[in-house]
T-cell receptor, first 111, second 113 residues
Framework: SQQGEEDPQALSIQEGENATMNCSYKTSINNLQWYRQNSGRGLVHLILIRSNEREKHSGRLRVTLDTSKKSSSLLITASRAADTASYFCATDEGGSEKLVFGKGTKLTVNP | DTAVSQTPKYLVTQMGNDKSIKCEQN?????MYWYKQDSKKFLKIMFSYNNKELIINETVPNRFSPKSPDKAHLNLHINSLELGDSAVYFC????????????FGEGSRLTVL
């Protein structure tokens, strides 16, 4: 079953701009994770936010989590061409052992 | 020193054939997974093993048979390949089965003709 739904499906911005991607999910969770996938490559873990956390930062990444709205956002500040990739959110459905991924947002950063 | 390595990277075969994809991790993790990514980039879990024991079997046709000879290896054998099996198959590992960070391999692109 599909848990996370990313929005938008595709995003195109200029270098230096900020990029915001959203994720909505359906069931309760223990944590939510964001991954990046460059074209033709495997997924790389970016950040994990637990259900009792509201915001987390890692370098140019900022993740927020609103469990009341069952949604999360990933903000990439001062984007670079190298940030061009697909970004996926993933959640554990109802705290299960299974990590379920959304369909992803394809981000294009134009130089 | 690749953390999660899978072979082959590309696999082109005819319908009805049997093929295997191998995965090895050198991270010392206890849990390994197989995910399938379709042409629309949707990533779906297929199997999960924890210390050689099957934990998750996500309604995958029994033509797919995972095998874990030890906790560092998880292979995927597919019998009687069908056109719909064409996808990219990703192996991943994690330190536990509590859905912490997953480490992914680079993927194996299977094309069934």
């Amino acid at each position: 079953s599909q848990q996370g739904e990313e929005d938008p499906q595709a995003l195109s911005i200029q270098e230096g701009e900020n990029a915001t991607m959203n994720c909505s999910y359906k069931t309760s969770i223990n944590n939510l994770q964001w991954y990046r996938q460059n074209s033709g490559r495997g997924l790389v873990h970016l950040i994990l936010i637990r259900s009792n956390e509201r915001e987390k930062h890692s370098g140019r990444l900022r993740v927020t989590l609103d469990t009341s709205k069952k949604s999360s956002s990933l903000l990439i500040t001062a984007s670079r061409a190298a940030d061009t990739a697909s970004y996926f959110c993933a959640t554990d459905e109802g705290g299960s052992e299974k990590l379920v991924f959304g369909k992803g947002t394809k981000l294009t950063v134009n130089p | 020193d690749t953390a999660v390595s899978q072979t082959p990277k590309y696999l082109v075969t005819q319908m009805g054939n049997d093929k295997s994809i191998k995965c090895e991790q050198n991270l010392g993790h206890d849990t390994m997974y197989w995910y399938k990514q379709d042409s629309k980039k949707f990533l779906k879990i297929m199997f999960s093993y924890n210390n050689k024991e099957l934990i998750i079997n996500e309604t995958v046709p029994n033509r797919f048979s995972p095998k874990s000879p030890d906790k560092a290896h998880l292979n995927l054998h597919i019998n009687s390949l069908e056109l719909g099996d064409s996808a990219v198959y990703f192996c991943a590992s994690s330190s536990g089965h509590n859905t912490g960070e997953l480490f992914f391999g680079e993927g194996s692109r299977l094309t069934v003709l």
